[in-house]
């Protein structure tokens, strides 16, 4: 027996009355009842606790089995980005990361591995035009820099208003009534804007009554687009400016012009600009592109549109062609946007029917087979721009992770890219040089360094195994491009890139993210010749919207009547008679939206001796 069972004993024992045992028993009894339901508590607990713990160890393995499989994924996309030869880390660049060809940015973040700079900024969207002066050597233009005077000369160009800020009572307030005088004026000049306003033009035009029987006849307004139509010049003008010049979609225009009260339906506003591109801009058009072949020197690309109701299976690509004057031509400058439902060789045969001179282009080989048939009058010169982008892409994907700065100087793609920086250092200074002292300054200083090169990147073994793909494809491109990339040096009127023909581009590729396709062939038509006039108007200084108003109000109504040479001259954004028309409307306007100047105000504290 148990000491416990022992003493239990012994405490009954002691108890002689039969009341007290038999309290003694009940409260056993209740203390066991309560033991047992403890124990009942005890074990249901247990119990959940039991399948709770299974559950979570369920749940446990889940997550370990997700979490393995996460790891992994992520270890093989991180692979994958490292890897040179899949060339994920381009794609990603493309997507995230700054399209520059600097050689300086590319260094840093190849030695960074990541961009230096916001790739959303302004200066992070670089256009693979841009000029080779900006990015290398001396001649670079520094950041955030302006070239002095020029905010001085921008203001001389706009109206000017003279205000005069005097209040006498104020004067006395801060000097003391009396106590002081005007000795002369500082003046302040800033840039102010007026928002553009619409109002309802109600012109009044006579009706006489002709001869003895009294005839009656009534004059016809003037520059009436479409009789019992809300068109006008002014009004369609501002919206093919908004559209082709700015990006700004029909749909938005017409959300914004029903907040000044004008109802106008996408629809109608595309139905304007496509009417009126055939009816009055075709022959103008027509004679921009008679111009440009007439030059002797083109630049040339292309790029992909979508048109959704061509009669061809949908998703199929089509193709706006642009042809450009050289940008190192004297002549005027001129852009030809055509539109083609395909990118095959049949557009340049027609286009280039009876060109004779220069193309800039790049290695595409419908150029090549369009020089082989012409190749007594045709010359293709290539692009070094392009062969600059693959050894920045070579560089992008090349895992530099771990080092230094000397050990990238010292890879084959910084070096071909400093090569070629050298090129462009050489280059860039002759853009303002005649046509004939360039081309002596090529062969003299240019050639040199295009043949440094050329040496470089034939001494590079291909067949060696640490070369990715992207280095090799950009050796083999300016190897086969050799005869193309060297003929700006024999030709003095030739650029050494294409990047002037894809800044021209530029305007089209950012509308074409806003309204991202066109319905009709006879829509794409209608955009090539509206971004031909606005591109050509940019190029030669002309303010977009007036030159559209201008076109407007003075070429026929009748797209059959043709009019003469003399006239289509006129209708050019650099002839005398529009400069003459932008003058006068912007005169015009100044003089209806803005007060006169104030004249200087005159009195005995403004001229006086000092007031005692």
């Known amino acids: 027996m148990n000491p416990e069972m022992a003493d239990f004993m012994k405490e009954i024992n002691r108890k002689e009355d039969a009341e007290e045992l038999r309290l003694l028993l009940v409260a056993l009894r209740e203390e066991n009842e309560l033991l047992k339901n403890r124990e009942s508590e005890r074990l249901r607990a247990e119990a ?91 001649s670079a233009k520094k950041h955030g820099t302006r070239k002095k005077g020029k905010r001085k000369e921008d203001l001389s160009k706009l109206p000017k208003q003279t205000v005069y800020e005097y209040d ?86 017409a959300r914004e012009l029903a907040r000044h009260g004008i109802a106008l339906s996408r629809q109608t506003m595309t139905n304007w600009v496509i009417r009126f591109s055939e009816e009055r801009f075709a022959q103008v058009y027509s004679h921009l592109a008679k111009l440009l072949k007439k030059s002797g020197c083109t630049q ?36 030809v946007f055509t539109y083609e439902p395909d990118r095959s060789a049949d557009h340049l045969r027609d286009f280039y029917e009876d060109y004779v001179g220069e193309i800039i282009c790049d290695a595409y080989s419908a150029y090549k087979t369009f020089e082989a ?59 303002h040089c005649t046509t004939k002292e360039r081309l002596h300054r090529r062969k003299t200083e240019v050639k040199e360094k295009v043949d440094a090169y050329f040496t470089y990147i034939e001494s590079l073994d291909l067949a060696d195994p640490e070369f990715s793909e992207k280095l090799v494809d950009a050796v083999q491109y300016s190897l086969n491009q050799k005869e193309y990339l060297c003929r700006f040096l024999e030709k003095g009127n030739v650029p ?39 591109e050509t108007a940019k190029a030669n200084g002309a303010d977009v919207y007036y030159y559209l108003k201008y076109l407007l109000e003075n070429t026929p109504s009748t797209p059959e009547l043709r009019i003469g040479e003399k006239y289509l001259d006129d209708l050019m954004p650099w002839s005398k008679a529009y400069q003459d028309y932008e003058a006068a409307q912007k005169k015009e306007l100044f003089e209806l939206r803005i007060p006169p100047s104030e004249k200087e105000p005159t009195g005995k504290k403004l001229m006086g001796s000092r007031v005692a």
């Open 373 to 431: 048939e012409n190749g007594d009058v045709i010359v293709l010169c290539g692009c070094w721009m392009h062969s600059r982008r693959r050894w920045a892409e070579a560089l992008r994907v090349h895992n530099t992770k771990g080092l230094t700065k000397e050990e990238i100087d010292v890879l084959p793609e910084a070096e071909a890219l400093r090569l070629i920086s050298e090129i462009y250092k050489e280059e860039m200074p002759l853009k």
């Open 168 to 253: 006498e009572k104020e004067l006395d307030r801060l000097f003391g009534e009396g106590n002081w005088r005007i000795v002369s004026w500082h003046n302040t000049v800033k840039k102010e804007y007026l928002p553009s306003i619409v109002y309802a033009k109600e012109t009044m035009t006579p009706v006489v009554s002709v001869g003895l029987e009294h005839v009656m006849e009534c004059l016809t307004p003037k520059n009436v687009l479409l009789p019992g139509s809300d068109a006008t010049p002014s009004l369609v003008a501002a919206i093919m400016n908004n559209k082709f010049s700015l990006a700004l979609p029909v749909e938005r225009q």
């Open 496 to 534: 050494m890139d294409n990047g002037a023909c894809e800044r021209t581009i530029r305007s089209l590729a950012v509308g074409r993210g806003n309204w991202m396709f066109s319905t009709s062939p006879e829509g794409a038509r209608s955009n090539a010749i509206m971004y031909s006039l606005v």
């Open 48 to 138: 959940e606790m039991s399948l709770l713990y299974r559950q979570m160890e369920d749940e446990v393995k889940g997550l370990r089995k997700e979490n393995a499989s996460l790891t992994k994924e992520n270890a093989d996309l991180r692979e994958k980005l490292e890897r040179a030869s899949t060339g994920n880390a381009l794609k990603a660049n493309t997507i995230f990361g700054r399209r520059t060809e600097k050689l300086t940015d590319l260094m840093d973040q190849a030695e960074n591995g990541t961009d230096t700079e916001d790739p959303l900024s302004e200066e992070a969207v670089e256009t693979e035009g841009h000029k080779e002066a900006n990015r290398n050597g001396s």
């Open 300 to 335: 040339c690309d292309e790029t992909t549109i979508l048109v959704i109701r061509d009669g061809r299976r949908a998703g199929r690509k089509s193709y706006m062609w642009v042809h450009i004057t050289s940008e190192l031509g004297s002549e005027q400058k001129i852009a």
